[in-house]
């Protein structure tokens, strides 16, 4: 089965740091991650749920004056852009973007079209638009490997639901 895109509903805060959570246990094997959305979408608290699970304890910023922030997490190395302030995509080659888009790095990006034409693409994207006071997700995969990091998404256990009380 070849799954084009999914969609969550990410009710609040806790919604989309757990979301990352559990994308990040799809993303062990890296990947090229697309977070497409407005200003205040959620695509860094995303990135601090995927950052938080991989063992990364402190606060996640999201690196908007230096394009990115490196991170070596359980045998991973992951790197976060955050491109909005990139003025022209070619600076992306003045720092050196192939040493970071290696095969099993993991690299989250925001505002990936800023950096159209010189970014390879995506394996995933995740669009974040506001839903009443949440948050509306949509993951597209656009590679095989995409697709397989859907499938795992989709296939991991659901976190342990409470026990209902019992009644006598
Ligand atoms: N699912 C959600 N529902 C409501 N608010 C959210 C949700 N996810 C994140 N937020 C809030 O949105 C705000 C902006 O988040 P941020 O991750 O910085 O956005 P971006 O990086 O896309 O600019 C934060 O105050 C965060 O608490
Ligand atoms: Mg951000």
Redesign the pocket.
Known sequence: MSVADLRFQ????????D?GRRLAKSLRGGAVVF?Q????????????GVLQELGHAGAVK?PTYTLVEPYELSGLKVFHF?LYRLGDPEELEYMGIRDYFLEQNLCIV?WPMRGAGILPSPDLSVD?T?SG???L?IVTASTRRGDSILQSLITQPLKTQPLKPKHE
């Open positions: 990410l009710t609040d805060e806790v919604a989309t740091v979301f977070l959305g407005t200003l205040g979408a959620g695509k860094t608290t995303l990135t601090r999201s955050d925001e974040l506001v006071t949440g948050r997700a």
